[in-house]
């Protein structure tokens, strides 16, 4: 029997108060309390953009003074689990917050590329071998907003509803926005499209409501040409018995007459009755 859990929270699509505090605070740091704020951003629930916060020109400097920490913020924003597991000398040693963070981030940028995904590749992406593991971690970053989706233990997948947008690098904005403007070219193909199908639903209309008042005269002319022509036969009719009548009165009259006259016979003397 499937088990499916669904998460009503909305989804976070900008960043926190929390976010503008952290790049605030930056501002003004440098050296290891700088590093401290890396190390607690990346560690706070419900931050999950980092792009400003690199593009500070003291968090910029730690590309040359720490670059371990600096490659740390660039993970955040823009890489997964898997990258750090690849690259896992680059950075400083993680917290588990900082995994579990990570792990969030992994499945919000798989699920962006993916609508259903397999147990088998999360346990492969994020590095969790337990099905159990895998569930609690799905559960717990659907309650933290960073995804909306269900889990299928039937299945065994968890379905991708929507996740928080993450950090875009520079290099790949030339990308994104060619796709967006093959998305508005698409989108203004469809409009042009509907227009095309509203002029020709319109002109539709039109003749169906011409040929509609055009049915509708025939159907009363026709009506009134056969009422026109019933009260003709009946106008007929009436003339017809009103001239018969009167003849056939006189007729009857005259044969009445004659055989009375017959019954009394010539001179106006009856027959006596012989006894």
């Known amino acids: 029997m499937a088990m499916a859990t669904d998460t009503k929270k909305n989804l976070i699509a900008s960043p926190s108060k929390s976010a503008e505090y952290f790049h605030a605070t930056a501002k003004e740091l440098d050296g290891a309390p700088l590093l401290s704020l890396i190390t607690e951003i990346t560690e706070c629930p419900g931050v999950y953009g980092f792009s400003e916060l690199l593009s500070l020109p003291n968090v910029q400097k730690l590309k040359t003074t720490e670059e371990n920490h600096y490659k740390l913020l660039q993970l955040f924003a823009y890489g997964t689990y898997q990258d750090y597991l690849r690259n896992r000398s680059e950075f400083p040693r993680l917290s588990p917050n900082q995994i579990r963070k990570l792990r969030h981030l992994t499945l919000a940028e798989l699920g962006a590329n993916t609508q259903y995904l397999p147990y088998s590749q999360l346990v492969e992406e994020i590095g969790i071998e337990s099905v159990r593991e895998l569930e609690d971690l799905i559960i717990d970053a659907l309650y933290a907003g960073v995804v909306s989706g269900k889990l299928n233990q039937e299945l065994r997948h968890f379905e991708v509803y929507s996740g928080i947008s993450r950090d875009v690098p520079a ?79 006189t007729d009857k009259h005259h044969a009445a007459s004659k055989k009375a006259s017959k019954l009394r016979g010539s001179g106006g003397r009856f027959w006596k009755k012989l006894t």
């Open 171 to 249: 290099e790949s904005i030339p990308h994104v926005a060619k796709v967006l403007e093959n998305w508005s070219g698409i989108c203004g193909g469809l409009l042009a499209t509907l227009d095309a199908l509203i002029v020709q639903a319109n002109t539709a209309r039109g003749d169906y409501l011409w040929r509609k008042r055009e049915i509708e005269t025939e159907v009363a002319n026709l009506k009134k040409a056969i009422k026109a022509t019933q009260d003709l036969d009946e106008s007929g009719r009436d003339g017809v018995c009103d001239s018969v009548h009167p003849g056939q009165s």
